[in-house]
């Protein structure tokens, strides 16, 4: 007998296939979303006045999108790209210890910005006097990201940041991965957040290629991904510090596991081809992160800096069984010396952190205390160092014997930073 779909089957398929038409409608006009489209996997959640996301499923009351779909399919193509966008500039996880509801409306507004300078029938609408006003003022400023939106909302009263809110409100947060609690946050899985920065890539990419010579009204929103492009190229950065070695693993190009079970099963204990136990794997081995604590150093720029930072060596790829991290805070001395060998001593040692200092910037004392540890054997053999600082000290003349890269979240000098030197910014507003 068939199976009879029942009402809550049915008005799923219907708004999966509305979901499949919002996105075929965005692509025709704007064929560089490819890559981001199509992602999302529907799910029904009748709790919902309007689309939310996790990063891997996009909800909707189906019942309301099928009717609102019926009233105002311009509405729908804006919102579903709206939650789109979230993800990828992932927002969904980049909320850090900033004010949930102010992050909320400085992402709101953010994507909005880039839908509004779409200029294509799919997403285009009139704007309000109060959209105009907002976007004249952050133009004024060069304000682009949605941390430097959250940073400009900071100082605008509560009565505006309620008519913003209404203005600017399109889908539901709830289910962004908020990142205030510490432990809560080591526990959640990073693919979702993996695949969305690589669909970033992909999308900037497609855009490049099919960007024509009049413009497409994409240059906003490939501004902004430029921005953005700064947070996920220190991930890359900081992966290249991993060093190559030899760890016990079977090698899965290597080892035929037909010919092992064959084996096993004519002569019992004895395989006819021994796996490979060993291959080379590129992981984070030891390394040193020293913290700039002077008195010119944010507080607020550090945490973001270090959460950054053991993100990526919370990621069981990068991280090898056995480590050790120096985290080394230094202003014109020595403050203090934290060494890391786990996961768990990781995460102590974020939700104990302290910034220790508060003096005048002297750059050469960290690495004489590097030198006498690994003349001590307390390091054998550092990977890299990584010194986060605002730039402004005194630098040693000398080349140490092992990688060292600076770390900047504003503009610096570049003449007065060694040229043995690697260097980065990571601008604290591309977040």
């Known amino acids: 007998m068939a199976h009879v779909k029942t009402e809550s089957e049915w008005q799923l398929e219907m708004g999966s296939r509305i979901i499949d038409y919002l996105a075929g409608e965005l692509y025709v006009d704007m064929r560089f979303l490819e890559p981001v489209l199509y992602v999302l996997v529907p799910r029904a959640n009748m709790g919902l006045s309007t689309f939310a996301t996790d990063g891997v499923y996009i909800y909707m009351n189906t019942e309301h999108t099928i009717d609102v779909f019926r009233r105002n399919e311009l509405f729908l193509k804006r919102a579903y790209l709206h939650t789109v966008l979230h993800c990828v500039y992932c927002h969904l996880w980049l909320c850090g210890g900033r004010d949930k509801d102010l992050w909320n409306l400085a992402c709101d507004i953010a994507v909005e910005r880039i839908i509004d300078g779409l200029d294509k029938p799919a ?27 959250y940073e400009y909302l900071l100082k605008v009263d509560r009565e505006e940041l309620v ?35 690589k669909k970033a890539r992909e999308m900037s990419m497609e855009r490049e290629r099919s960007h024509s010579k009049d413009g497409d009204g994409s240059d906003s929103l490939y501004e902004l991904m430029r921005v953005e492009k700064r947070r996920r190229n220190y991930g890359d950065f900081l992966r290249k510090f991993a060093e190559l070695h030899e760890e016990l693993k079977v090698s899965d190009d290597e080892f035929d596991i037909g010919y092992y079970s064959y084996g096993l099963s004519i002569y019992k204990d004895m395989p006819l081809i021994e796996p490979l136990e060993t291959m080379e794997i590129n992981r984070i081995r030891e390394f040193v992160v020293v913290i700039d604590t002077s008195y010119s150093t944010s507080g607020e720029l550090v945490r973001r800096f270090l959460q950054e930072t053991f993100d990526i060596l919370m990621d069981e790829d990068a991280f090898f069984k056995v480590s050790r991290i120096h985290v080394i805070q230094c202003d014109d001395v020595i403050q203090s010396d934290d060494v890391i060998t786990d996961r768990r001593e990781l995460e102590s040692f974020f939700n104990a952190f302290e910034i220790k200092g508060g003096g005048n910037t002297d750059f050469r004392p960290p690495f004489k205390y590097i030198d006498s540890l690994i003349e001590d054997g307390k390091i054998k053999n550092p990977g890299g160092v990584l010194y986060f600082t605002d730039g402004e000290g005194v630098y040693p003349k000398k080349r140490p014997g092992y990688r060292t890269a600076f770390i900047f979240m504003q503009d610096f000098d570049e003449t007065q930073v060694p040229p043995w030197a690697m260097r980065i910014r990571v601008d604290e507003t591309s977040r």
């Open 123 to 149: 997403v285009r609408r009139i704007l309000t006097w109060r959209r105009q006003k907002v976007y004249e003022e952050l133009n004024k400023e060069r304000i682009i990201s949605a941390a430097q939106i």
């Open 163 to 197: 008519k913003m809110w209404n203005e600017f409100y399109t889908d539901d947060h709830t289910l962004w991965q908020y990142e205030n609690d510490r432990k809560n946050m080591m526990q959640q899985p990073q693919k979702a957040w993996q695949q969305w920065e």
